[in-house]
């Protein structure tokens, strides 16, 4: 709280007006020169430069056209508004690397068109949320135009001209701070990511336009007592590793305003030392963002999220050059931007391509890692198991943090599980179609809170067929998971977490271990999942998988001639019921065939265990729900119990040469020797050599012994 007194009474008391030559933000005036040379030298960054100046030249040959707003997301006003924003921001640039006023003009032309309309505009009539938006369906989009377009007004700022300045801050800037601080203050005072785009697109159009006022609304929130604004979302949102608390999704769509609003801290105040608050959370914020991808560059679709965005995006290209570039980042960084084919034209990019080009690039570093979820570090986490090179390591993702707030997901846990450069147990994501009009105007369907949020949709235990917290957001948002263990070994990685108030009178805990075996090319990952309860539940165990099942060698009963649904709520009514599944003896087996690699899960069972093959999409008359598909273990009656399983990736199929090699898998058997609330300890044969792994719950010290 000392630090952040200071830092704010620091900023307050400084003067802003001339406090920055412009261009000031990304390309800054002192470094332009540099830039343009820099392009002729430096691969990465000439390359950046044509494909900005081929986005320039065509917004030239393009009449300007600020239409009236009106449609949703994807529609054509949204769309004409975004590249709008993007056209300035690329014309700006250009105008200073080349001193072409036709792209100063371009820039001038439509926000002087932008001033002379905006004040005009009611209240946008497909609003998501009261008041809304004004130039996009929902406030959201208006932080993230301002934000963009505060760059190319600093960029052409000088260009303009007093009077032009006067009109364009007075006419269209004033107006727009007002509807984000003002008109839509419950959002700019809210800590979300929302609340992160305005209090940035606020923020930097006060330093940019010398307005102290702006910048201590940014700063502070509304109130000015520090409750609200950019710092307390610094303090609140992101863990002490840099995790933030909605998702990996999120997080790197909101590590973009925050990182370009310290940035400008840093332009204008560099005394304020903004990158190391928090102990330089924000370069930590990089790293853990990139850490909750896979070695296919996507990120964990944990939460509310699109399963297709890499760290490719533009965001993490932002992220990347300002991290490496103002924060002393590693030159592993380096391998993701070489990886990102561009660079930002800009001071930090120039950085980046002068490393790469140097060949100072080293691998990115992907580690096993438990990063702590919650402002105090005391939310759970996620827990990331790797194994193998970045050319398609085994990874596991243990998710054991907070709900997430409204993004959140009821999936304490949860397991995902990638090989191969492949998702092997997958998660769903969000039920969205983004930008696309037609889909429920781009925004989340109905399914997403019916299907993509319950606790079915996921990799982990669903009890007597109700979702965690009963699909209670705000019940949720009251407990976290709690890390037990985390550590590696030779041979091992484990992580082990328990929930307790997840259902009542139900204590969970899941234990994943990624082992590698003498002998084996590749690891086990080894799954303890332990329910305790002293009445009788039934136990859903899903696993969804990405491929298709080549061999389950027991008697299974399939649905032929009719299918219907495997229940009536918490996402049940959304999944199909294909066939069902009994194992007579002590374990079963199921394989499944993925990117042309083969895996087993064998599993433990009794005779009462009933395994569920189920598809997703039920009781879905738009069509709005992808069909994905899941084994589940059921147990129709139980207390306490432990499902115990160990997948194992073997062998090989090449369907162009038409030979199949290692299909057999080489676990053999799998015993529960021992099942206590202490302790659990089972029996893994594999090849010819017999493994006992123990799990001593409360010892620290020996939590995991391997014999």
């Known amino acids: 709280m000392k630090m952040i007194a200071i830092l704010l009474a620091g900023l307050s008391m400084a003067t802003l007006a001339g406090a920055q030559q412009h261009p000031s933000i990304m390309l800054t005036k002192s470094n332009v020169e540099a830039v343009k040379k820099g392009i002729t030298q430096y691969p990465l960054l000439q390359k950046s430069f044509k494909s900005l100046k081929k986005d320039a030249d065509k917004a030239l040959m393009t009449p300007i056209e600020v239409p009236q707003p009106k449609d949703g997301g994807g529609g054509a006003s949204h769309e004409k508004h975004k590249r709008n924003y993007q056209d300035m921001l690329a014309c700006g640039m250009l105008y200073q690397l080349t001193r072409e006023e036709r792209y100063a003009k371009f820039v001038q032309d439509m926000l002087l068109q932008y001033a002379a309309v905006y004040n005009s505009w009611p209240r946008h009539p497909k609003k998501k949320q009261n008041p809304g938006g004004k130039m996009f369906w929902q406030n959201l989009n208006d932080c993230v135009w301002q934000v963009y377009t505060i760059q190319a007004y600093d960029c052409v700022y000088d260009y303009l001209g007093a009077a032009n300045r006067k009109k364009i801050e007075t006419d269209l800037f004033e107006p727009i701070v007002k509807e984000l601080s003002e008109v839509n203050g419950e959002i700019f005072n809210k800590i979300h990511n929302h609340g992160t785009w305005s209090v940035a697109a606020v923020g930097m159009t006060g330093y940019v336009c010398g307005r102290k006022d702006w910048v201590d609304k940014a700063l502070r929130g509304t109130a000015l007592d520090g409750k609200a604004g950019f710092l307390a979302q610094l303090d609140q949102l992101f863990s002490p590793d840099g995790y933030y608390t909605e998702g990996p999704y999120y997080q790197r769509y909101a590590i973009l305003p925050f990182l370009l609003f310290a940035r400008t801290i840093q332009q204008y105040h560099p005394a304020q030392k903004i990158y190391e608050y928090r102990e330089g959370l924000l370069k930590k914020a990089v790293n853990t963002a990139l850490q909750c991808t896979y070695t296919n560059k996507v990120f964990f679709p944990l939460n509310d999220a699109m399963k297709d965005k890499t760290y490719e995006s533009e965001e993490i290209v932002y992220a990347v050059d300002i991290a490496f570039s103002d924060m002393g980042a590693g030159n592993d960084l380096l391998d993701v931007a070489e990886q990102q084919q ?17 060949g100072k690039a080293a691998p990115f570093q992907y580690k096993p890692v438990w990063i702590r979820d919650g402002a105090d570090g005391k939310q759970g986490g996620i827990g990331i198991l790797r194994s193998g090179n970045n050319g398609g390591q085994a990874c596991a993702v243990f998710k054991a943090a907070s709900q997430g707030m409204g993004h959140g997901h009821f999936d304490r846990l949860n397991l995902l599980f990638y ?46 067929r109700q979702s965690q917290y ?24 484990v992580v082990s977490a328990q929930e307790n108030n997840a259902y009542s009178g139900i204590q969970l805990r899941r234990t ?30 899903p696993f969804w998988y990405q491929g298709h099942i080549t061999n389950s060698p027991f008697e299974v009963q399939a649905n ?43 599993f433990i069972a009794d005779t009462a265990m009933r395994i569920q093959f189920i598809t997703s999409g039920a009781g879905d008359p738009e069509f709005n729900i992808r069909n994905e598909k899941a084994f589940v273990l059921s147990q129709p009656a139980a207390g306490n119990y432990s499902f115990v399983s160990v997948t194992e990736p073997h062998g090989k199929n090449n369907p162009v040469a038409e030979v199949t090699t290692g299909a057999t898998p080489q676990v053999k058997g799998l015993k529960l020797l ?8 089972l029996q893994i044969e594999h090849k010819k050599k017999v493994y006992t792994i123990t799990l001593d719950y409360n010892n620290q010290s020996s939590f995991i012994t391997i014999k």
């Open 560 to 602: 032929t001639s009719s299918l219907s649904a495997l229940g009536d709520g918490f996402g049940y009514q959304h999944a199909w019921l294909n066939a069902t599944g009994k194992v007579k003896e002590g374990s079963g087996v199921i394989t499944i065939l993925n990117n042309k690699r083969f895996y087993t899960t064998t």
């Open 419 to 464: 090989d191969n450069n492949s998702e092997v147990f997958s998660d769903y994501g969000a039920v969205r179609f983004l930008n696309v009009e037609t889909k429920n105007g781009g925004n989340y369907t109905k399914e997403n809170e019916t299907w993509g949020k319950q606790t079915l949709a996921h990799n982990t235990l669903v009890v007597d």
């Open 512 to 541: 994943l271990i990624l082992f590698m075996p003498e002998g084996a090319a590749a690891p086990l990952l080894v799954d303890v999942f332990n329910a305790a309860s002293q009445e009788k539940h039934q136990y859903d165990l």
């Open 342 to 358: 561009r660079v930002l034209v800009s001071d930090a990019g120039l950085a980046v391509a002068k490393a790469i080009a140097d």
């Open 470 to 493: 009963l699909g209670n957001e705000k019940k949720g948002e009251e407990h976290a998971p709690q890390l037990l263990h985390f550590s590696t070994g030779a041979n091992y990685q």
């Open 674 to 681: 021992r099942d206590e609330a202490a302790a659990t300890q």
